[in-house]
């Protein structure tokens, strides 16, 4: 059974950071790209990070662009997203998920996702 498990988020002061980690099991994850996605109260799920299976790709949505990094472990099987200079706009459930090849910023095409963390930042 594949699992995706996100590490605990947080509540954290606007310009502060967080690091969130997402661990991946049940298979085989080399040649999945991997993802953050996000989902404020009220809006739809919204694109933030994505990552190719080898790590050497990536890309962002505008509104992060400069202020989180997507990683990937060695072992590919897990994906942070470090947050910095975090903005109460930033506020939201936060989810990892993987694909088969190429990486995306289309939600609709991962295949497994995490159950979501909780990140707040106040102003």
């Known amino acids: 059974q594949v699992r995706m498990v996100e590490s605990r988020g947080g509540l954290v002061q606007a310009g502060g950071s967080l690091r969130l980690s997402c661990v991946a099991s049940g298979r085989t994850f080399s040649s999945y790209a991997m993802g953050w996605f996000r989902q404020a109260p009220g809006k739809e799920r919204e694109f933030v990070a994505t990552i190719s299976w080898t790590g050497d790709n990536t890309y962002y949505a505008d509104s992060v662009k400069g202020r989180f990094t997507i990683s990937r472990g060695n072992a590919k099987t897990t994906v942070y997203l470090q947050m910095n200079s975090l903005k109460p706009e930033d506020t939201a459930v936060y989810y990892c998920?993987?694909?088969?090849?190429?990486?995306?910023?289309?939600?609709?095409?991962?295949?497994?996702w995490g159950q979501g963390t909780q990140v707040t930042v106040s102003s």
């Open positions: 998920a993987a694909k088969a090849g190429s990486y995306s910023i289309i939600a609709d095409e991962y295949d497994y």
